[in-house]
């Protein structure tokens, strides 16, 4: 809310940048498009002022009453409101005093005039601040209700008000002005350019200036519509800021009322407590003193018949004087037995003191409520925990305390973190992934602190995996992934995002596969494409970041040979794909049988994806190197050559007496083939579909040999060194046009 | 030269026809058999020439062989000329199975009286292709040849003395001589049927030629079947590897499994 002093707003003058706020007056009723006078205003003015401070002095009476009445209808009239009956209604019932609460008179906006006219935006009353409270208050729930209302009439109106806007006009000349002298910003004629004082200036068609005229005038209503929006918004948080001060305070005085009243209980049942102590010691002592009087008084009247008697006995001289002796020798008992003061009673009063002295102060506040993790809110290293306040307490801090999740032991328990926040939210950071923390929070404010919430539990999410990228298989259709979890502890699940390479952020899809319950997982995709693969880990705190990412191209099947199946006396390169045989070797009676490793042949497999379809690989080789490749199942026997069972498919090369021998063995038998050129390439393709496996010498693109095989399972490429030498397995490589006529 | 069409037979889809006509170079009336895959219909085909062994004639392949299939799947037209000219009563033609009628060896005579009709090299390899190419719709860029016996004598004769004229070659139970064979760069097929009498009676001699090729750096890849003769049964039970192996040089891309995959 702006304070403008002496702002004139003629839209057609006013430059844009210099546009001011516009006092709106939001209690409006009607459009008014009067223009008042000076004179009426200044009148107006301080008829309002003067309404305002009688109203506050004469509060509660009926003189005032009728008073108000009076004003109003002034006020009715000035405004134009008389066709407005519900309004004046309104105006009337708020001015009616009410019993025991506020005496507050409504508070009125003023309507502001379209032109050239300015008021304070504050409340008219300003003036009257010496008078203490003058400025409307907002006495009770019913007259908030009827301002709402009042706003409402003004929120639909605001929008139509500028519409009625008139640019005044200018003053009538003899002739119409055709030109726009931007200089002096005044219409004038052509023919005055020409005149000393526009000489120099700049001049536009007066159209010209007109059409930027209304794009001025358009932007200012558009930034008026802004502000009234701003205004209404504002308007309508003061309303609740209102309601909820106004809860407040009720609450504080109700808290007071009753803190008092205990006070009073206290007070008065001490008092009845302390009379009736009183009463009752006196009726006890006055007892005893009485009695003690009483007893006194017989003693008294015994002996004074005593003295008579005495005396009696004196005149007649009677010998039983020396009886008396022992009258006398009894006592009178002249003790009184009462003590007459009091006994110090000092009350009791520090039960009272202390309610006195908590009277002022505010109970601690009741504990607050920790809300469960909100899903997918983590990371790997922090938590964003949340709690709220289901009671009305002041609160100035909260204190979050947390700490790991013990693991059953109950024995020591770990220290708790604490951070103090003012919100009712706190992000934790610095914490270890894939862990549970359980949280608690405690409210504080002066009186103390509040009980402690229920231990929520928080996790972290999880580290994210790593992808085993040695240990990628792939053919065109399918990838085979596997990774480390990343985490020591167990994830709920993982997910495979993949992204194809060539257009990445274009289409930008990325396909997921949620939900993998292992470290690995084999994805269908497209054949001839590259892709990026990611892999997150997931648990309840939400998914990790990605991972490393690995590339996958679909094309031709990729492997590597398995380091774990491959006899001691061959060793595998760092890439996976070159098989060398040296001269010295381990003797072979120290070889342990083994269901993985071969033993007898010197032989290593290939990890080979398990897709069906087709598959294509090449292996180099040296024509002067004896050596076996083919395909065969996982389980084959690792104590056989490749080939001497039913579980392998495989050509075998020999090198002897400078003559190439080519066998196709299967089950120790091999189909009698003769070789006129050998190959230095030799190419592999295993078909699952048509169960069948083709060499080809690639340099010449001849085809070699076809076995017809049962594929019931998955098999694996596998190659033997029968004599020094070296492989090398070149995969990733689609088929040749000449291999798919086999 | 007319050609007359002696019969006509659809098989597979293709059709499998019978010509005779009046050849130059033989001096007699020839017949030959040509068989026209479906896509002859529309396309021009590659050629593949069938060169028969000792006693046969253009009608032994064509009804024992089984070939239509493979050669209708992969789009070939096929011709297989007669071994010999016939009926030109040349004293002694008929007397041994070996020589003379049905044993034209495919090579071009010398001597009288066998000069003027045993021609066979030149029939094979000039006037017959220049017939098969002006009367059908084959393309003349692509021939291979294919023979049996006998007729792999001559396939191995046409074949190496004309590099580059046939894509590809190969041969059932080819009759070998160690050869002078120039260095070529076909890929050859041969299968042998390891019962075949005449392999064991030494007459087919593989070796030889194996060891001359390899030497000569020629590649072939030589098959002996297990339990397989000389006769056409073992001609239809390979044949359809042969024609699979001359399609894959004559470009004949229309295979029968669809196990081509898109991204090539």
Known sequence: ?742 | MALTQISSNKCFGGLQKVFEHDSVELNCKMKFAAYLPPKAETEKCPALYWLSGLTSTEQNFISKSGYHQAASERGLAVIAPDTSPRGCNIKGEDESWDFGTGAGFYVDTTEDPWKTNYRMYSYVMEELPQLINASFLVDPQRMSICGHSMGDHGVLICALKNPGNYKSVSAFAPIWKAYDATRSQLDILIDQGKDDQFLLGGQLLPDNFIAACTEKKIPIVFRLQEGYEHSYYFIATFITDHIRHHAKYLNAWKTPNKRISSGL
């Open chain 1, 1 to 742: 809310v702006e304070e403008e002093s002496g702002q004139e707003l003629g839209l057609d003058r006013s430059t844009p940048k210099d546009f001011h706020f516009y006092h709106m007056d939001l209690h409006d009723s009607e459009d008014r498009l009067q223009l008042f006078p000076e004179e009426n205003t200044r009148m107006r003015k301080e008829v309002v002022q003067a309404e305002m401070a009688n109203e506050s002095r004469g509060a509660g009476d009926g003189k005032a009453q009728r008073d108000l009445q009076e004003e109003v209808d002034e006020l009715v009239h000035l405004y134009g409101l008389e066709d407005d009956h519900e309004l004046r209604d309104e105006f009337v019932d708020e001015n009616m005093p009410r019993t025991g609460v506020s005496e507050y008179p409504p508070y009125v906006m003023k309507r502001r005039d379209p032109a050239r006219e300015q008021r304070d935006w504050r409340p008219s009353g300003e003036t009257a601040e010496a008078e203490d409270l003058g400025f409307g208050g907002w006495g009770s729930a019913g007259q908030c209700q009827d301002l709402r209302e009042a706003y409402r009439y003004t929120h639909g109106r605001a929008s139509e008000e500028y519409e009625c806007y008139v640019i005044p006009e200018e003053e009538d000349e003899e002739e119409a002005a055709d030109v726009f002298c931007v200089t002096c910003k005044t219409p004038i004629r052509a023919f005055q350019k020409v005149f000393d004082e526009h000489k120099e200036h700049e001049v536009i068609p007066l159209n010209e200036a007109l059409e930027s005229a209304k794009d001025e005038i358009h932007k200012n209503m558009y930034k008026l519509e802004k502000q009234i929006i701003q205004m209404e918004n504002f308007a309508n948080h003061l309303e609740e800021v209102f309601i909820t001060v106004e809860e407040n305070f009720g609450k504080q005085e109700q808290n007071f009322e009753s803190h008092y009243n205990e006070i009073l209980e206290t007070l008065a049942q001490k008092y009845e407590e302390k009379i009736q102590a009183l009463g009752e010691k006196k009726k006890e002592k006055l007892e005893a003193l009485y009695g003690q009087l009483v007893s006194c008084g017989e003693n008294l009247d015994t002996c004074k018949e005593l003295m008579e008697t005495i005396e009696e006995m004196c005149h007649e001289e009677k010998v039983d004087f020396i009886k008396l002796g022992k009258f006398l020798k009894a006592k009178t008992d002249v003790e009184i037995s009462a003590q007459p003061e009091f006994e110090d009673q000092t009350l009791d009063f520090s039960d009272v003191e202390q309610l006195m002295g908590s009277i002022n102060t505010i109970p601690a506040p009741s504990a607050p409520v920790i809300n469960p993790q909100a899903p997918n809110s983590a990371t790997g290293s922090s938590v964003r925990v949340c709690w709220s306040l289901y009671s009305d307490d002041t609160v100035e801090s909260y204190q979050l305390s947390y700490r790991p999740v013990q693991d059953s032991s109950p024995g020591k328990d770990q220290a708790a973190f604490t951070v103090t926040v003012k919100e009712t939210y706190c992000s934790v950071t610095n914490l270890v992934p894939n862990t549970q923390y359980e949280f608690w929070v405690t409210a504080h404010n002066r009186a103390g602190p509040s009980p402690s919430s229920e231990h929520a539990v928080y996790m972290t999410a999880p580290s994210p995996p790593i992808i085993k990228t040695k240990e990628i298989r792939s053919c065109e259709e399918a990838v085979l992934i596997c990774w480390e979890s990343g985490n020591l502890n167990p994830v709920d699940s993982y997910t495979v995002e993949l992204t194809q390479a060539e257009s990445p952020e274009a289409s930008g899809v990325t396909e997921s596969v949620v939900g993998i319950p292992t470290c690995e997982s084999l994805v269908q995709l497209q054949p001839g494409r590259s892709y990026i693969i990611c892999v997150r880990a997931l648990n309840t705190g939400g998914p990790s970041v990605r991972s490393e990412p690995a590339t996958v191209h679909t094309i031709g099947s990729y492997f590597r040979l398995n380091k774990d199946t491959c006899h001691p006396w061959l060793i595998i390169s760092e890439d996976g794909l070159t098989v060398v045989r040296s001269e010295r070797r381990i003797p072979a009676r120290e070889l342990s049988s083994s269901d993985t490793r071969f033993t007898r042949c010197v032989a290593v497999m290939g990890n080979l994806i398990p897709v069906r379809g087709h598959h294509y690989w090449e292996v180099e080789v040296d024509e002067h190197l004896d050596y076996t490749v083919g395909v065969a199942f996982e389980d084959v026997t690792k104590q056989e050559d490749l080939g001497a069972n039913c579980l392998s498919w495989c050509m075998r090369h020999t090198f002897a007496s400078s003559r190439h021998r080519y066998e196709f063995l299967h089950n120790r038998t091999t189909p009698d083939i003769r070789i006129t050129v050998p190959p230095k390439k030799i190419g592999i393709l295993l078909d699952y579909e048509n169960s069948k496996l083709s060499f080809f010498n690639v340099d010449l693109s001849q085809h070699l040999y076809t076995f017809s095989c049962q594929l019931h399972e998955f098999v694996h490429p596998c190659f033997s060194l029968e004599t020094p030498g070296c492989l090398k397995v070149h995969n990733g490589i689609s088929m040749p046009k000449h291999v798919t006529f086999y």
